[in-house]
């Protein structure tokens, strides 16, 4: 996509991408213990306040941009080219049926850099929403704790257009969560909205995940991303170094793309 203006995404950078990792929470939780106190933590360090799945006043222009991660700097090889095009195709609602995506990889391959794409790629007038899997872990189990799951649902249901969540591996042992999130899903793709999942292997690789939820990922448009090859390996080497302002000598990139495999 070409260049975009800080208010034409409401792209969410969540805030507890590395908070602490919270018990699930099941629905046979009584809901009486009281939501951690104290001041959001924008690093999302321990003892920050519930993780927030909202944007709200001038916070969506700095979400907008808060992402390098983009479509434009995406290097683009045969590994790749059926995940790339797509989330691109997703993000600009290019394709009516395409309502739900699951990208797979090993880590490092490039799924978090377009999942993260999509979110400043979407419309003008979309409201697009990112998490990890441990984020909304965190913020469901923050809702039930403080009796807010209907404000919860709201904001991942019903104030979203686009959602998407990386990593949802991560969610293995978290059967509350797990269905949650299936509801969630469900609910978004069957109001005509998109979603977009991210995790490691094949849904069917996935067997420490809950039978519902390892449906959904397979009845997905499933867009797998391979290790790059050497001539993919070398363009992502000078792409990188380039954008660091750093020209490397011919002999240098051809001996890290030797030693390296992803």
């Known amino acids: 996509g070409g260049a975009r203006g800080p208010t034409t995404v409401a792209a969410e950078c969540d805030c507890a991408t590395h908070a602490r990792r919270n018990s699930d929470v099941d629905g046979?939780?009584?809901?009486?213990?009281?939501?951690?106190?104290?001041?959001?933590?924008?690093?999302?360090?321990?003892?920050?306040?519930?993780?927030?799945?909202?944007?709200?006043?001038?916070?969506?222009?700095?979400?907008?941009?808060?992402?390098?991660?983009?479509?434009?700097?995406?290097?683009?090889?045969?590994?790749?080219?059926?995940?790339?095009?797509?989330?691109?195709?997703?993000?600009?609602?290019?394709?009516?049926?395409?309502?739900?995506?699951?990208?797979?990889?090993?880590?490092?391959?490039?799924?978090?850099?377009?999942?993260?794409?999509?979110?400043?790629?979407?419309?003008p007038s979309e409201r697009a929403r990112y998490a990890t899997a441990e984020a909304f872990t965190n913020a469901f189990t923050a809702a039930v704790k403080a009796r807010k799951m209907e404000a919860f649902k709201q904001r991942v249901r019903e104030r979203c257009d686009v959602l998407v969540i990386d990593d949802v591996p991560f969610l293995a042992g978290k059967p509350g969560t797990q269905l949650e999130l299936f509801h969630t899903v469900q609910h978004l793709v069957d109001a005509g909205r998109r979603v977009v999942l991210t995790g490691d292997r094949p849904a069917r690789e996935l067997t420490e995940l809950e039978p519902q939820l390892r449906g959904l990922l397979a009845s997905a448009f499933v867009a797998p991303i391979d290790p790059p090859d050497e001539a993919l390996r070398r363009e992502i080497l000078r792409a990188k170094a380039a954008a660091g302002g750093v020209r490397l000598p011919t002999a240098c990139v051809d001996l890290l793309v030797e030693s390296l495999s992803g």
């Open 28 to 123: 046979t939780a009584d809901g009486t213990t009281a939501a951690p106190a104290g001041r959001a933590d924008r690093g999302g360090g321990v003892g920050a306040q519930a993780p927030r799945l909202a944007l709200r006043g001038d916070e969506r222009a700095r979400a907008a941009t808060a992402f390098e991660q983009r479509f434009d700097n995406f290097v683009v090889g045969p590994s790749n080219a059926l995940a790339r095009e797509a989330a691109f195709a997703l993000a600009t609602a290019r394709h009516d049926g395409l309502r739900l995506l699951y990208l797979h990889a090993e880590p490092g391959m490039g799924k978090t850099h377009l999942a993260r794409a999509v979110c400043g790629e979407v419309g």
